[in-house]
């Protein structure tokens, strides 16, 4: 296959819009034929196809650089190392995390939940405990915490919303009180694409002694993410919804939290010294990765992130942002339509 050469966000742009024929020869799938017509895939929210930045990384890390990590004392053990642990930092960035110490591959934002409802749940919460999970949320931000409260005693309670898909805002303060120890609450809904006021609602959390765990599955392909900013205490998201391969995501988490927290998983690399008479754990974040981790998906998380950084994240937001103006103009021409949400 032959390379086709990433453009930066200036060269991409043809006035003020994005070179779509420019990014879509970037997806060779979007050549195949289906039902006699050239690919308009729409399905991204699911899944989205992959660039060949991405597919070649993949194929050069296979081809060059394939081993374990961590462990091995060998060239090609080094190479893989280093192209983890690589693709680990452009996470770091790609989320703005202080440290790479706070950033966890997991198989996707649905491991990345249940696993600090697994931890910190465990750890925290026990029997009256709430946790406040919103009317909105994707089944993969629900059902973790339900298990958990069946196992604590703690309760589920639900933020509601109104009829234009967002969170009632005074039903959310109301709900929050000494009893409130996790929020957790998506950055983008699946459902209508509701953009949340996540830094404001991790204040109001914060203020009420609770932690926020984010689900971004649905923000990270869109909008720049920077959890410093929004001050979250834990924040998920998916590879492959971004452009990434299946079965890698992100967990990051404040790193005073995963230090504290139990693991997740017992195995091989989360430990330090094992014996029959106890063990210890390894340090952040290898405490959470048990057994050998998807390193060639992660590789390709990174070559993902910087496919995004090529074409500009405020670029593809503000494309995304004229393509909805021109939705909703064409949607104000019928009287008989209703919109739901704005986004």
Same mark, same amino acid.
């Given at each position: 296959?032959?390379?086709?050469?990433?453009?930066?966000?200036?060269?991409?742009?043809?006035?003020?819009?994005?070179?779509?024929?420019?990014?879509?020869?970037?997806?060779?799938?979007?050549?195949?034929?289906?039902?006699?017509?050239?690919?308009?895939?729409?399905?991204?929210?699911?899944?989205?196809?992959?660039?060949?930045?991405?597919?070649?990384?993949?194929?050069?890390?296979?081809?060059?650089?394939?081993?374990?990590?961590?462990?091995?004392?060998?060239?090609?053990?080094?190479?893989?190392?280093?192209?983890?642990?690589?693709?680990?930092?452009?996470?770091?960035?790609?989320?703005?995390?202080?440290?790479?110490?706070?950033?966890?591959?997991?198989?996707?934002?649905?491991?990345?939940?249940?696993?600090?409802?697994?931890?910190?749940?465990?750890?925290?919460?026990?029997? =009256?405990?709430?946790? #406040?999970?919103?009317?909105? *949320?994707?089944?993969?931000?629900?059902? /973790?915490? $339900?298990?958990?409260? !069946?196992?604590?005693?703690?309760?589920?309670?639900?933020?509601?919303?109104?009829?234009?898909?967002?969170?009632?805002?005074?039903?959310?303060?109301?709900?929050?009180?000494?009893?409130?120890?996790?929020?957790?609450?998506?950055?983008?809904?699946?459902?209508?694409?509701?953009?949340?006021?996540?830094?404001?609602?991790?204040?109001?959390?914060?203020?009420?002694?609770?932690?926020?765990?984010?689900?971004?599955?649905?923000?990270?392909?869109?909008?720049?993410?920077?959890?410093?900013?929004?001050?979250?205490?834990?924040?998920?998201?998916?590879?492959?919804?971004?452009?990434?391969?299946? =079965?890698?995501?992100? #967990?990051?988490?404040?790193? *005073?939290?995963?230090?504290?927290?139990? /693991?997740? $998983?017992?195995?091989? !690399?989360?430990?330090?010294?094992?014996?029959?008479?106890?063990?210890?754990?390894?340090?952040?974040?290898?405490?959470?990765?048990?057994?050998?981790?998807?390193?060639?998906?992660?590789?390709?998380?990174?070559?993902?992130?910087?496919?995004?950084?090529?074409?500009?994240?405020?670029?593809?937001?503000?494309?995304?942002?004229?393509?909805?103006?021109?939705?909703?103009?064409?949607?104000?021409?019928?009287?008989?339509?209703?919109?739901?949400?704005?986004?």
């Amino acid at each position: 296959m032959s390379e086709v050469a990433l453009k930066t966000p200036t060269e991409y742009q043809s006035g003020n819009v994005l070179d779509i024929q420019e990014i879509r020869a970037q997806f060779p799938i979007l050549e195949e034929m289906v039902h006699g017509n050239t690919l308009a895939y729409l399905d991204n929210g699911a899944s989205s196809q992959k660039p060949i930045a991405v597919t070649e990384t993949l194929e050069r890390y296979y081809a060059t650089q394939h081993a374990n990590v961590h462990r091995g004392v060998h060239e090609l053990s080094d190479r893989a190392t280093e192209a983890y642990e690589s693709a680990r930092k452009t996470a770091r960035k790609f989320v703005n995390a202080n440290r790479s110490e706070e950033i966890i591959f997991v198989r996707g934002t649905t491991e990345g939940l249940n696993l600090v409802a697994e931890a910190y749940g465990r750890w925290k919460l026990k029997p =009256g405990d709430e946790i #406040l999970v919103s009317e909105m *949320e994707h089944h993969s931000n629900i059902v /973790p915490w $339900q298990l958990i409260a !069946e196992r604590t005693g703690s309760i589920v309670r639900m933020i509601p919303m109104n009829d234009n898909g967002e969170i009632i805002q005074e039903d959310y303060q109301n709900l929050l009180n000494g009893k409130t120890q996790i929020v957790a609450i998506t950055y983008v809904a699946n459902s209508l694409g509701t953009v949340n006021p996540i830094k404001e609602m991790v204040r109001m959390a914060h203020d009420a002694g609770a932690v926020v765990v984010v689900d971004a599955a649905q923000a990270a392909p869109h909008i720049s993410i920077d959890v410093i900013d929004l001050d979250c205490d834990f924040l998920a998201l998916s590879g492959h919804k971004m452009y990434a391969p299946t =079965g890698i995501g992100v #967990l990051y988490g404040k790193g *005073e939290l995963l230090e504290a927290m139990p /693991p997740y $998983q017992g195995g091989g !690399e989360m430990i330090r010294r094992v014996s029959f008479e106890g063990t210890t754990y390894a340090n952040i974040p290898h405490r959470f990765e048990a057994g050998t981790p998807n390193i060639a998906d992660a590789v390709g998380f990174g070559a993902a992130c910087e496919f995004m950084w090529n074409i500009g994240i405020d670029t593809i937001a503000a494309h995304e942002q004229e393509l909805l103006d021109y939705v909703h103009e064409c949607a104000e021409q019928h009287e008989d339509l209703r919109v739901y949400g704005n986004a």
